[in-house]
């Protein structure tokens, strides 16, 4: 019970204001690498006042599907955000999305260590049975975050995606609760 569930050794989760987040994601957005590896629709730009609108209808709309910043407990700065979606209470699952939008930060330990506590948040305060994602196969950092965090691959849906004549899977990934808790259980002693 004495877990800080927002805080690790690199990174705070937190909330930040709507105005704080446009000016972060129009700027992340910008680098096209960045939007590729976290949509595989095509790259759109948005403006600051576009996402401030999303943030604020979005974030306000749904209290119950965690979103965070990530800020490096080092220096205080927005380094990037994790969220929860296609939640499902009935069956105690959720998907989530990561982006380390600094791309200083990358391949650091950042996002993995963001996931972490965003995995204790999931299965310690909302009580999920698993936690789901899907990732693109031309990400194989994220993939070997992921199974850092301890989830396993479950599926792929082959050539799913085209981008510049090259085909790739989609990967999906998942973690148990009981897995979890193992890889919790390993870390405290
Ligand atoms: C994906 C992301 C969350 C990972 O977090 P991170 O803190 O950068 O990851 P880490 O530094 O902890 O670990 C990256 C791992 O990938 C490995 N890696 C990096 N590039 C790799 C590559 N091309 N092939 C295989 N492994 C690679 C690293 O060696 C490291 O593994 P190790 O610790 O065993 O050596 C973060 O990089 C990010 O947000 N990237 C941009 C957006 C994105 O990809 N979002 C996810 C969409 S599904």
């Known amino acids: 019970m004495n877990t800080n569930l927002f805080e690790g050794r690199l990174v705070r989760l937190t909330a930040e204001d709507p ?4 000016e972060a994601f129009a700027r992340w957005g910008r680098n096209s690498t960045f939007s590729r ?3 595989s629709d095509p790259s759109r730009l948005w403006s600051e006042k576009k996402n401030k609108e999303w943030f604020e209808k979005g974030l306000d709309k749904d209290s119950t599907t965690p979103f965070f910043s990530i800020r490096s407990i080092a220096d205080d700065k927005l380094i990037g955000f994790i969220g929860a979606w296609g939640l499902s209470w009935q069956h105690g699952d959720t998907f989530f999305a990561i982006g380390i939008g600094e791309e200083d930060f990358w391949g650091k330990g950042y996002g993995t ?3 972490q506590l965003f995995l204790g948040y999931t299965f310690r305060e909302m009580n999920l049975r698993r936690v789901s994602l899907n990732v693109f196969g031309y ?5 070997r975050s992921y199974e850092k965090c ?3 691959i479950e599926g792929r849906v082959r050539q799913a995606i085209l981008k510049e004549g090259e085909r790739w899977d989609v990967i999906y990934m998942g973690i148990l609760r009981e897995e979890w808790e193992q890889l919790s259980l390993m870390e405290a002693t």
């Open 19 to 22: 105005n704080i987040l446009a």
């Open 37 to 39: 590896l976290l949509d």
């Open 113 to 115: 260590e963001a996931l």
């Open 139 to 143: 990400n194989p950092r994220a993939v």
């Open 150 to 152: 301890g989830f396993k």
